[in-house]
């Protein structure tokens, strides 16, 4: 399923298609999603500090948050359509024609290139939610007070949605024969969830702090 309008779902209907036997979408939309609402959270906080007085100083500051939590939130809402078409394509690649030996080396060929791409999309995702994390950490510091417990909480969902990211590029490495790429992806992907759980600590500390 390559649904554009996924990301348009009502909450519900998209729970319920979540929660459905179809298996797009699937955990890797869920993670994108839930790295988008992280980065809504970011933006709301600095909405929530933009023309006050209090923090004039910072006001600059916290306009670059805003906007750059703002484009990884649309990048992510991509992401979590682009997740869903990733795992439809590696159904279809399994369900080419496999009689002759030719068909089977083509259909083998497809397949190893669409369980790259659904290794490559949560990958993205992971990446996506470690920018957001790092943006959490800045706007907490520096961020309206009354919301400091929001940018606590995009920390946690982000690195929710990392280590969700995570186990798709991990499952769907299993498959893959390259082994240049799945030891560059793996490392890649145990690297950001290193500095994401880092990241979480920082920001709880001083959300904690703050409350």
Known sequence: MNDPSLIEYPVRDFIEKLASADPEP????????????????????ANLTLGKEKYAKVEHRV??????????RSRLDELVILDAHAYGTVIM???????TQAARAERA????????????????VAEAALDVARLSLEIVKIGNHHAVS??????VLAHAAAQSAALNVKINLASIKDKKFKLRIWSDTMGILKEMADLEHQVLSVTYEKL
Do not use: C, F, N, Y
């Open 26 to 45: 699937g955990g890797g939309s869920a993670a994108a999603l839930t790295a988008s609402m992280a980065a809504a959270l970011v933006t709301m906080v």
């Open 63 to 72: 306009s670059r948050i805003k906007a750059s939590s703002e484009a990884l």
């Open 93 to 99: 690649a399994t369900q080419l024609p496999a009689g």
């Open 109 to 124: 060929r497809w397949i190893q290139e669409a369980l790259i791409d659904a290794v490559q999309v949560p990958h993205q």
């Open 150 to 155: 929001d940018a606590g909480m995009a920390a």
